[in-house]
């Protein structure tokens, strides 16, 4: 069946209590403090271990025919997340938006390793690779009684596979994120500029066919359970390519989380990006967006 929910599901959901202290709040304290010490790496998206993901679709994808033998694909693998940030500079006040805003390298690898196949050497199926070179203006100007606009970046981003031949996918984008927030429900709209490449380069020319030009994403607290739904081009291709996915993080020590992960439709990583599934993942998280 497929799943394609907008993100305005969640709109709807708000907070009945303001928190003291928001989430966004203390998500940027924690990051000063680590701003402050020598070769400081903060976290940056979600830092996650799924050992069990499960994808339906894995033996019938056609860009791995002839790539692998028959049965080799397992639809149950282990996917993980890494990704950090390291702070370059920053600028205190800007004469235009008289904010600070600061400097950053980022980098974020996100793998799927067939770790349950007997019949080889448990290869990784896929990996994700992003590094980008991102600005944050931190803004937290109050746009009504119940909404804040938080901050923004802005991004130079490439994605790509590192693969060869027919299996190999990448791109480079211009990239904007824009955060509000109301209580306990942040929202993030990211809209992106693909970076046009010769035709003769262009691994995935219809690229944006199924990841559009934008997501948008709603990210809501209840205790200490965080809930991320994320929607990606179902608006602008009339819920025909597009993806959603679905995240819980919820509390299981005092140094790991519970982690939940659902996707449904096109672009679950760059080798997929044209191809249907869906997925569900369980494991743990050391770091989520809040």
Request: aromatic share 16%; hydrophobic share 35%.
């Amino acid at each position: 069946m497929r799943l394609f929910f907008p993100v305005y599901i969640l709109l709807a959901v708000t907070s009945s209590a303001a928190m003291a202290s928001s989430s966004i709040d203390q998500r940027l304290k924690e990051e000063e403090k680590l701003k402050e010490l020598s070769f400081s790496i903060i976290p940056h998206k979600p830092n996650y271990l799924l050992p069990f993901t499960y994808n339906e679709m894995i033996k019938d994808y056609d860009v791995y025919q002839g790539a692998y033998s028959e049965g080799e694909q397992r639809s149950i693998e282990m996917k993980f997340q890494v990704s950090f940030k390291i702070p370059l500079f920053a600028i205190d006040r800007v004469p235009l938006f008289n904010d600070p805003i600061a400097f950053y390298f980022g980098y974020t690898q996100t793998s799927f390793w067939q770790a349950y196949s007997t019949d080889n050497s448990s290869p990784f199926r896929e990996s994700n690779y992003e590094p980008e070179f991102f600005a944050v203006w931190q803004s937290d100007k109050k746009l009504s009684d119940n909404w804040d606009f938080k901050f923004a970046t802005a991004s130079f981003t490439h994605q790509s596979n590192g693969q060869t031949g027919d299996l190999s996918r990448s791109w480079n984008r211009i990239e904007g994120n824009f955060i509000f927030e109301n209580n306990n429900l942040a929202i993030t709209a990211t809209p992106w500029y693909r970076i046009p490449e010769s035709s003769n380069e262009d691994d995935n020319a219809d690229l944006l066919d199924y990841y559009g030009h934008g997501k948008l994403a709603a990210i809501y607290t209840l205790g200490n359970n965080t809930f991320t739904l994320t929607s990606r081009n179902n608006l602008e291709s009339d819920f025909s390519k597009g993806s959603v996915s679905l995240d819980w993080s919820f509390p299981v020590g005092s140094h790991v989380r519970g982690y939940v992960q659902v996707f449904s439709g096109y672009g679950n990583s760059l080798i997929e990006y044209n191809e249907y599934t869906n997925t569900i993942g369980l494991g743990i998280s050391l770091t989520d967006w809040l």
